[in-house]
């Protein structure tokens, strides 16, 4: 497991929205009520040809599940998209597109629906007698959705870069955290204090970075619960750290360097981004040297700084890393 000694704290820093100034779609909420409206700003560049629309998407489909034509100036999405406001039982996750003729334009919106989360307990697992988390319904208000423009995040570290595509849609709650501690500063200096690498036949497992004080047992200040994540462990999947109490992740996160060998987390730990570059400063933190406590023995590779930039446009970023990734 990833125990207390090498895992963190944290909690949602609570942060205003800034819109990027390369951004087409700009929310004028952060929140947007049920049925209040989602007012969008929409800069339309000049010189391309062809009419603006935006494109609503579920993420990974190619084909929108609507469109509807804009032009510069203020909009209401949720005017545009009435179907938003009548959600089904399980209110959907959406990304929002600026496209002008046939080019996207600018980063996506994420619209994440604002629902009850599931309550998280531990129980005895029926084979291991080992606690396990186990979620469960604690009713299901939808309030209406958290709107802001994607971003990818950077970390320059000693070994090179790795920049993540994180993944709102499977951990909404846990990628905001995440996003706010970088926009803050948090990572920036902070060394990899865990590393457990391929060992005599053994699988990778995971390199752990995110306290500040470098002994594995430092973090923000709070905690945020286990969320539940449908995105399996594997080479360069980024996941919350936390103690035997499944409600103690914050700060601290570690990156997967197998599948075999992180396959085991599925379910007790949350996922929520994946490495899209970088697999050679992966492969690299996770051959440093480390003592018997899995600690680096010599100078520890480390962040130098953590930083946010604009996603991709829908369906143009890169794929996720993967085992066979080639170092470059």
Known sequence: MIHSTSIVWAGALAAALVAPARAQLTPQRLYNGIDRGIMIDVAVPSGLDGDAEVRLYRPGDDDPVGTAPVAAGEIDLGGKFGFLWNPPADPQFYEAQLVVGDTPIGPPLVLQPMVSPKLVTLAKDPQTQRPVPKFQEFGSTFSGYRVYPDKHVIFDTTEGEIEFRLRPDDAPNTAWNFRQLVGGGYYDGIEFHRIIGERSGRPGFVVQVGDPTGTGSGGPGYFIDLEESPLPHDFGVLSMARMTNPNTGGGQVFVCLSREGTKFLDGSYTAFGEAVRGADAIRAIAAVPVD???????????????????????????????ESSEQR
């Open 292 to 322: 018997s406590q899995d600690r680096p023995s010599g100078q520890a590779p480390m962040i130098r700084s953590a930083r946010l930039v604009d996603a991709p446009a829908y369906g143009t970023g890169p794929k996720a890393l993967s």
